[in-house]
């Protein structure tokens, strides 16, 4: 699904609200609901002064790409993006509660000419990705699926669906293999697209960042304050 169709469908609170209220009830708060454990993107929504909580599936998400997938990475973030949010809404709508939900599912990629480099395997993995990303800019794309889901009191749901991607490029410094290895002494990589974190010690190897530094870490907030700004008055529960 391209990002041009994911918007015709998607729908706002306000849209939702008043063409589908008194259909069981007035539904007037809204619940945000952050579909990763990422404490990167816990943080940057809670420094934003976002009221959310977070889940997770419970199972996990298969997060395999296929060949053609491989050759275009921004529709590949967004479809694990999508499908992230998707397990969680699957999960809130089996028992669900009278209310309006936002599910915010996020994925996070960097690629360098043209290859998708994800978290690191092992310490060589981690090397080579470095090596690979020493001097030279690459893009850090993170897609973002959001899932308005509207429960009335007899249990109707609407739904709406929005999936976009942003994207900044970062250029590293020039890297000697000292250099590396002294940064992965630092524990910080194995866990992070492109095995650094540019919001720790990761960011003594970058030299400039084009675009939103939101993105490089993991969740474009300032885009999505702007897009959805009744995630401000959302209700913490």
């Not at 999960?91 to 599912?105: D, F, H, Q, R, T």
């Not at 998708?116 to 690459?138: C, E, Q, V, W, Y």
């Not at 749901?157 to 410094?173: E, H, I, W």
Request: proline share 5%; with cysteine; glycine share 8%.
């Amino acid at each position: 699904m391209t990002d041009k169709e994911t918007q015709n469908e998607s729908r706002t609170v306000a849209q939702i609200d008043s063409n589908e209220s008194g259909t069981g009830g007035e539904i007037d708060s809204l619940s945000i609901i952050l579909a990763s454990a990422s404490p990167r993107r816990k943080q940057l929504l809670a420094d934003a002064g976002v009221a959310f909580r977070v889940h997770t599936p419970q199972t996990p998400v298969d997060e395999t790409l296929d060949a053609d997938q491989a050759t275009n990475p921004e529709e590949a973030c967004k479809d694990l993006a999508q499908r992230k949010a998707g397990a969680v809404v699957q999960e809130v709508l089996a028992n669900p509660a009278p209310g309006m939900y936002m599910i915010i599912g996020a994925d996070t990629m960097v690629v360098k000419d043209g290859d998708i480099f994800g978290k690191p395997r092992n310490l060589s993995d981690a090397t080579s990705m470095l090596r690979r990303l020493s001097g030279a800019t690459h893009e850090v794309i993170t897609a973002v699926s959001l899932w308005l889901v509207r429960v009335d009191e007899q249990d109707e749901v609407s739904l709406g669906l929005r999936t976009f991607a942003d994207t900044a490029r970062v250029t590293f410094k020039p890297l000697d293999d000292e250099t590396i290895k002294e940064y992965l002494r630092k524990g910080e990589s194995f866990d992070k697209a492109g095995a650094y974190a540019i919001q720790g010690e990761g960011a003594a190897l970058v030299e400039r960042v084009e675009g939103s530094l939101d993105t490089v870490i993991g969740l474009p907030v300032g885009r999505l304050l702007k897009d959805y700004p009744e995630l401000l008055q959302a209700s913490p529960r």
